[in-house]
C-alpha cells in the first residue's frame, strides 16, 4: 500500500511532534536497520549536528534516525532525545562497550512566532522517535513544520505560513524515492510547473502577495541572519554509497531553486540530507532526478497544507479570501 510519503521507502519511519501553544515541533525520519547517509547545506546560515560524519572521507558508514526540528540552534536539543529513545531499543552503531546511534539533525529558525522559550528538547525529539512508525501523516502545521514560515524578504510582518511536506514516488521495477521537508524559507513558495506564487511576502497595504525577487531588486532586503531555512530529507531503497548519497543530496537541492525565490540565500540555513536502505544499484541519475521531483511536491504539499496561526495567514486561506 502506498501513502504517498516517506514512508513509503521500505525501513523508513517519521514521528512528528509538536506543541501548538508555542507553535514549534520536531519530526524524525528513523531508519531502525540503518542507512547509508550523505547531506548538503547550501544556505550561509546552517544549524546542524553530525553532518561532518557524513563525508564520504569519514569512517562511519550508516546513520539510523534524522531530526529535523524549529527552536533555532537550541531545537538541536531534540537529537538528544531521539538517541536516548533508539538505544533503549538496542539500535545503534556497535562499540562494544554501548550501542551509539548516529542521529544527524538540522534545525530551523521558529522563535519569532509563539513562545520563543519553548524549543523543541530531549524529550520532545524522545516522542518523536518512539511515535516514528509507517502510514499516513498529516502535513502542514505538524513537526518541524509547525512554526514555519515563509515570505520573509520584507521582514517578518509580511510573511505567510510555512509547514511540513512529503510524497514519494516507485518506479517500475520497485525502488522507490521519498521526501520529507519542513519549508521554512525567507523567499516565497511558486508552483514548479505554473510558476504561480503559492505564498510569500504581503503588502499590508494592498494585501496581496508580492514577487520577492521584485521586491529585492525596489528596495533594500529587511532578512535577518538565522530566521529562515528549508530543511529535509531524501529517502531511496536503491543501494548508494556515501559518496552517491551525498551527490543525491546535492542534485536534490534543484527543488528548492525550482520552488523558492530566492533560495540558499546568506540568511537561509537549506540543508538536505539523503538516506538509502536497499541493495540494490539504480542509475544515480534517475534517483535524483526523482528525488527532485519528490522534493518539490513535498514543498508544494507542506505549503497548500499550512493552516494560519499566530496571526500568520496561510495560503489555503489567503486564496479564498482574494479571489
Given at each position: 500500500?502506498?501513502?504517498g510519503n ?137 513537526g518541524a ?80 541572519a538565522g ?97
Open positions: 500500500m502506498a501513502y516517506i514512508t513509503d521507502v521500505p525501513g523508513i519511519k517519521v514521528g512528528n511532534v509538536e506543541n501548538m501553544e508555542a507553535i514549534t515541533g520536531c519530526s524524525v525520519v528513523v531508519a531502525e536497520n540503518g542507512a547509508v547517509c550523505g547531506v548538503d547545506v547550501r544556505g550561509s546560515a546552517p544549524g546542524t549536528r553530525e553532518t561532518a560524519l557524513l563525508d564520504p572521507v569519514n569512517t562511519v558508514n550508516q546513520v539510523h534516525a534524522i531530526t529535523l526540528s524549529g527552536g533555532s540552534a537550541f531545537g538541536l536539543a531534540a537529537a538528544d532525545g531521539v538517541m536516548h529513545y533508539l538505544e533503549e531499543q538496542g539500535i545503534g552503531l556497535d562499540v562494544r562497550v554501548a550501542r551509539v546511534p548516529i542521529v544527524p539533525a538540522a534545525i530551523l529558525f521558529d522563535l519569532a512566532l509563539g513562545d520563543s522559550k519553548v524549543r523543541p528538547d530531549k524529550e520532545m525529539g524522545y516522542q518523536a522517535a518512539k511515535q516514528a512508525k509507517k502510514g499516513f501523516f498529516s502535513f502542514g502545521n505538524v513544520g509547525c512554526g514555519a514560515t515563509v515570505g520573509k524578504v520584507a521582514g517578518f510582518k509580511h510573511c505567510m505560513k510555512g509547514g511540513l511536506g512529503s510524497a514519494s514516488v516507485e518506479l517500475d521495477n520497485g525502488i522507490v524515492v521519498g521526501a520529507l521537508v519542513a519549508v521554512n524559507a525567507v523567499g516565497d513558495i511558486r508552483h514548479p510547473d505554473t510558476g504561480e506564487i503559492l505564498a510569500g511576502p504581503i503588502d499590508l497595504d494592498t494585501r496581496e502577495m508580492m514577487d520577492s525577487i521584485t521586491y529585492m531588486q525596489k528596495h533594500q532586503s529587511q532578512m535577518s530566521m529562515n531555512t528549508t530543511i529535509g530529507v531524501i529517502a531511496t531503497n536503491a543501494s548508494l554509497t556515501k559518496a552517491e548519497a551525498t551527490k543525491i543530496s546535492q542534485i536534490a537541492h534543484n527543488a528548492l531553486a525550482k520552488t523558492i525565490y530566492p533560495a540558499h540565500t546568506l540568511m537561509d540555513g537549506d540543508t538536505i540530507f539523503a538516506l538509502s536502505t536497499g541493495k540494490r544499484k539504480q542509475s544515480i541519475d534517475l534517483i535524483g532526478t526523482m528525488a527532485v521531483e519528490t522534493l518539490e511536491q513535498s514543498i508544494v504539499q507542506a505549503i497548500l497544507a499550512a493552516e494560519s496561526v499566530g496571526g500568520i495567514p496561510a495560503s489555503q486561506t489567503y486564496k479564498l479570501k482574494n479571489r
